[in-house]
């Protein structure tokens, strides 16, 4: 099998690479894994693909319990024979069997050590060395044999340093002992050592050079790259592919790097170019449009802002501006909406705005019907919980802000959010000791959190008058 870069799939796995991020920068791996499950599956020689989903699924390992991991190993004794035997004619086919297995719980040695199988057998090392690593990294491996497959599988990777340690472990075990595992042992060193030289043949580099440069465009798509001298290179290759060949794929990648670079009509002109291209409405295509466009015009208000006397009346631009950018978000939230109704991340999208805009009622029955869905659930209730303290109802808010910091497994800017307002909940219904250990845990990972030191020591003063 041929390795692929994310530069050269289909545009609808650089998409999902994109949501899945930031599902999973959200905390919520299950979505991040469910996006890209169907898509691994049908584009088994994108490596980038399978350091994700390992990455997510080891993410979401940490909230799984021994229950879950117990049924992961029982239906892998039943299934495993199946992807052996279908593995011998089409390990492809074998290799997309393992994933629904390793997407339910990753912490499953056999279906891990059976997709490395079949993956050697399809000629994917990239696929094969992910699943050594996960599979030494929860067990570590003690089998000569494994890790004599894995050093070898990370060779043929391009992990020559990661082979060569594997390999010197094996001498410390005194698990090297016949001529040709001291020659793999020299081979595994003289590839590390062209490695750390950077000493490549032309195809190697070739390689390299692929991997590096998709490993960038990945960092442009999960908005780690905000150098704009970095994304300024991109403009310039994209550019210069564009010449050559014109596509869809590379403009929304260049409008993505003008984004970075703030050159927000250029970018802007790049995604309405895509998507007249496209000649259909793609919701994540329309939140491109719309975040350019409102940089654009958020830029006008900043230069109004900083040079008022170069401008006519302009507070009453700026008035306008906000106006417009209030407008378009809330027209195009709405239109998405109405157009793909069973998109449970645009209904929620919806709920935002209609929250924003004080429809507290609409918001209501927008995220009771959202938090339907297992994947959006949390930030439903927490937004729920918000709407029943605004109608005065905080042991409902009580209520609905507990079942959602209970669900959150790590302490980050949404389980925050949701014990603020569980503190000033429990603050309304007069739970005072119960407010104080809610702003207690928010405190102990940020200490100056919005006003939550000043409300804590008003409660202590409260519960020590008492």
């Known amino acids: 099998m041929e390795r692929k870069t994310v530069s050269q799939a289909p545009i609808y796995v650089r998409d999902a690479l994109n949501r899945a991020a930031k599902c999973a920068a959200a905390g919520d791996f299950d979505n991040a894994i469910m996006t890209l499950l169907p898509v691994i599956r049908n584009n088994p020689a994108v490596a980038m693909l399978y350091d994700k989903i390992r990455e ?4 979401r390992l940490r909230t799984q319990g021994g229950g879950v991991k117990f049924l992961a190993g029982l239906f892998a004794l039943f299934k495993v024979p199946v992807i052996r035997i279908v593995g011998i004619t089409d390990p492809v086919k074998a290799m997309a069997m393992c994933e629904s297995s390793l997407a339910f719980c990753v912490d499953n040695s056999l279906m891990l050590s059976t997709l490395a199988a079949v993956a050697r057998a399809a000629d994917a090392p990239w696929a094969e060395a992910t699943s050594y690593m996960v599979l030494n990294k929860l067990h570590p491996i003690k089998s000569p044999g494994q890790l004599r497959n894995m050093a070898e599988a990370m060779q043929r990777n391009g992990q020559a340093l990661d082979a060569l340690k594997i390999q010197h472990d094996m001498v410390s075990k005194q698990q090297v002992k016949t001529l040709a595992d001291k020659s793999d ?10 490695e750390r030289g950077k000493f490549n043949n032309k195809k190697s580099n070739k390689a390299n050079t692929a ?10 798509l999960d908005g780690t790259i905000h150098d704009a001298s970095q994304a300024q290179l ?3 290759k994209f550019t210069a592919e564009l010449r050559k060949n014109d596509s869809i794929d590379m403009r929304r990648k260049l409008a993505e790097a003008y984004m970075v670079a703030e050159k927000y009509e250029d970018a802007l002109r790049e995604y309405r170019s895509v998507a007249e291209k496209v000649g259909v409405t793609d919701p994540v295509l329309d939140k491109h449009i719309e975040k350019a466009y409102i940089a654009q015009l958020n830029e006008g208000i900043k230069q109004l802002r900083a040079t008022p006397e170069s401008f006519e009346e302009p507070e ?3 008035a306008e501006l906000e106006e417009e950018i209030a407008s378009y978000r809330w027209r195009h939230a709405v239109r998405r909406a109405e157009m793909f109704p069973n998109d449970m991340q645009l209904q929620f999208d919806l709920g935002e705005l209609q929250f924003e805009r004080n429809m507290i009622d609409e918001a209501i029955a927008t995220f009771t019907a959202v938090a339907e869905n297992p994947q959006k659930r949390r930030g439903s209730l927490v937004y729920l919980g918000r709407c029943a303290l605004l109608k005065n109802d905080a042991a409902r808010a009580v209520e609905l802000l507990s079942t959602a910091v ?3 497994a790590r302490m980050d800017k949404y389980k925050r959010e949701a014990l603020y307002y569980l503190g000033n909940a429990r603050e309304a219904v007069g739970d005072n000791t119960g407010a104080f250990e809610a702003y207690r845990q928010i405190s102990v990972s940020m200490e100056n959190y919005r006003d939550v030191p000043q409300r804590m020591s008003a409660l202590q003063g409260a519960m020590e008058s008492k």
Do not use: C
Request: aromatic share 4%; proline share 0%; glycine share 4%.
């Open 211 to 220: 991997d590096a440069e998709d490993a960038v465009i990945q960092q442009l």
């Open 316 to 318: 009453a631009q700026i």
């Open 234 to 236: 991109l403009i310039e």
């Open 406 to 408: 209970n669900d959150m």
């Open 185 to 194: 042992l020299r081979s595994a060193m003289a590839l590390a050592s062209i």
């Open 56 to 59: 997510y699924e080891l993410g």
